[in-house]
Structure formats: structure tokens, C-alpha cells
């Protein structure tokens, strides 16, 4: 297949990066297809023709796009007769918003399970893993884990302003998904890949929401290897 | 006229509500004229035939509609041949989300010019401000400013996500505004009206988009009594 996605492996072939989780969703939405190339934290060497170091890294025929955003922008500016990813030029902005929204949302949760990502993450990449956090957080992993409940406000905040626009419509981008939904589903995604402990739990609207994510495009997102909904 | 909106009035011809500027800036993207009705807080029996006690109120012929959410639906779907206040479906999804993610970012900016309001709220107001505010939240006005920069990081936080996306496109919206713009418009148009503190400085990303909102309409944020800008 002329098209690849490269995209970060887990231990027991789990596939957690919330980055390449949009882009699967994005793909899926298009009705494009692509070759799945699993990569380790330390496969840095299989998309080292991106000119970079993190997936997603999506390899179009000859062009190389990386960046979940950009490569985006690429599927909705290069395939414009598939389904729109932002339902135009003012959808596009504003999912701009949630891109750089959710980057702040994801942080409190980023750390409450960050342990669980080191166990989590693929035997090889376990001492890149330690290592490089370490040294960006200041702390061990066990320091970081020990205090994962001080998270909890900063992510309760996030999640609240999630469900405050479900309980007005089924999708973060109104009646049908789009790309904001993307954005949002990646990190529960990522967090259901590698932690047992749950973000969402039945009788809220958000886990509601996440089953329909789940359901789309024939249950793609339960297509791999994660903790039970 | 036959288009009404009725919104809020403070001391000096002060406009101060963020919800009503939400509104002005929606009737003036779509090319649409409207007669401005001033109203007190204490002013309820203007508006009391939409069943409810807050503006914005829009009286558009024989139909009213509060909200400002449902007044910007309402525009959009009436007057579908003006300029589009979201861009489609997924844009007006998304800005649901904005939406949502504003009345939470404007909390702690409430909080911090809480007696601000008080001070150039109608005369015939204040005591009403006082009395309903002071219940809501159990404690005084003089309380809650002595307290004011201890809601500084949070209103820190929201600012930081609207530069991330500023950082990247003029407008909220993408390259041309639209309503998710006016709906963080609003908010700093209510921080200026009321409040001497400059919560945007000069060398701000944020200070140039709220100045290039101010440029919009021939300047129709600019044409009521605020501080400077």
C-alpha cells in the first residue's frame, strides 16, 4: 500500500499514542486506508526520512507529513471529496482551539498515569522512557506517582467541560463526529491503552460519548489491546 | 425597527454584559440591524414577555429569543444568507464547545473584578448587585477583591490557550472571525467596560486579536465608554 501510517507501539501490542489515535480516527472518516507500521519510543530509525523524531509520521506515495494537526490538514486539503474532517474554514479554526485546549487537558492525566505508561510501554523503551521523563519532570516516576490524586482537580475541570457540551449534543462537533472529537478521543484512548484505572466510568455522558467513538468505523478504536470501556 | 435587542446598561452608558456583545457582533456579521434597548438589572419589566429575567433578549418581529446561544442559532438559521456565523455543522459543533469553555474561563475573571461591576453597575443597581452577589457566592464584595490576584493562575491558564491558538491564526476562528471569536470577545469587552486593571498589555498576541476585533464593524467595539485599551 502507497500509504503508511507510523505509529507508536506499547508492550502486548498495545497502541496508545493519543496523537496517532486522532490520525486512525482521521483516516477512518475519509475512507482512506493505510498501512499500519508499528514503532517503538526507540524505532526513531523507521521514520527518520520525516526529519524527526515522534509519530504519528504519515508517508503519502513520495510526501512525509508529521505533526497529528498537519497531517490533518493534509488528509482534508489533499482528499476533499472524502467526508470533511472540519466541516470547513470556520470548523477548521475552532478545532484548532480544542487541538491546543486538549493539550492542556491531557497534562493532568499525562501525569496521574504516567507511571503506567513506563509499564506499559514496550520492554525495549522502558529505560528511554524513565529516563527522558525523569529528567523533564525533575522526579521519579515513582515521586510522580505517588502524588497522581493532585491531579484530579485539573482533570475533573477538563472533563466537566467536556460534558457540559454533551449533555447539549452526541458529539463534541454537534450531531455527527469530526475532527474535535478526534482530538478528545485520542487521550481517553490513550489512557484506556495503558492504565487500569478508569478516567470514565458507567452512568456518565462522557463514557457514553466514548462508547459511540468506540462503536464508529466498524469499532476501530476496540480493535486493539486495552483495558475494559 | 422591527429587530430589537435588548441588553444590559451600566453607569455612563456603560455595556458591559460579555453575552450582549456576543449578540452585537453576531447581528453585525450578518449584516443585520437591529434597535439597541438599554436595560438596568433592575430593569426585568422590559423584557418580561420572554418569560425569563436576563438579557441578551432578541425581539426580531413577533418572535423573541434569549440566550445568546440560542439568539446566534436563531440568526444563523433565519437569515441564512448573511455570513455565516459558524461555517456549517461542525463549526457551529465546535463552537459549542467554546461555549462552554468560556463561561468556565470567565470565572475567575469575574471573580477577580467582581466589585468592579459592583462600582459601575447602574446606580439604580447596585444595591441589587450587592445583595443577589454577595448571596451567591457567601461572601462581601470587599471579600472577594481583597482576594482577587489568588485568581490569577487560573485566569492565566485560559489566557495561555487562546495565545496557543493566536500563535497560529488571526482569529479564533481561523483566518476571518466568526462566532467563537465573539464569544471570547465578549468576555474582555466586559473586563473593559467595567474594570481599570488592563487584563491585556501591548506586546500581547491576545492584546493584537482583541485589537483586530475592535477594528471590525467600523469599530463597534470601540463605540461605547470603556477603559482604554
Not at 524527526?52 to 486539503?77: F, K, M, N
Not at 501525569?111 to 524513565?130: A, G, N
Amino acid at each position: 500500500m502507497a500509504r503508511k501510517l507510523y505509529e507508536l507501539l506499547g508492550a502486548d501490542d498495545r497502541r496508545f499514542s493519543p496523537y496517532c489515535w486522532r490520525i486512525r480516527m482521521a483516516l477512518a472518516h475519509k475512507g482512506l486506508e493505510a498501512e499500519i507500521i508499528p514503532c517503538k519510543f526507540t524505532d526513531k530509525d523507521l521514520f527518520a526520512f520525516s526529519g524527526q523524531e515522534r509519530v504519528p509520521v504519515l508517508l503519502d506515495g513520495a510526501t512525509s507529513v508529521h505533526d497529528s494537526w498537519d497531517i490533518a490538514c493534509y488528509l482534508e486539503d489533499t482528499y476533499p471529496d472524502g467526508a470533511s474532517l472540519f466541516g470547513g474554514a470556520a470548523g477548521r479554526g475552532t478545532a484548532r482551539f480544542l487541538n491546543e485546549w486538549s493539550a492542556r487537558f491531557s497534562l493532568p492525566l499525562l501525569m496521574s498515569i504516567l507511571k503506567d505508561i513506563h509499564d506499559h510501554s514496550h520492554p525495549d523503551d522502558r529505560e528511554y522512557f524513565r529516563t527522558s521523563r525523569e529528567a523533564r519532570f525533575g522526579a521519579t516516576l515513582e515521586e510522580i506517582d505517588a502524588r497522581r490524586d493532585s491531579y484530579r482537580d485539573a482533570l475533573d475541570a477538563g472533563l466537566a467541560t467536556l460534558r457540559a457540551v454533551i449533555r447539549h449534543q452526541p458529539y463534541i462537533c454537534g450531531a455527527a463526529p469530526a475532527y474535535g472529537d478526534y482530538i478528545v478521543f485520542g487521550t481517553f484512548q490513550w489512557a484506556r491503552s495503558i492504565s487500569p484505572r478508569r478516567v470514565l466510568e458507567k452512568g456518565d455522558i462522557l463514557y457514553d460519548w466514548r462508547s459511540r467513538m468506540l462503536d464508529l468505523y466498524d469499532g476501530l478504536g476496540r480493535s486493539v489491546n486495552a483495558y475494559p470501556e
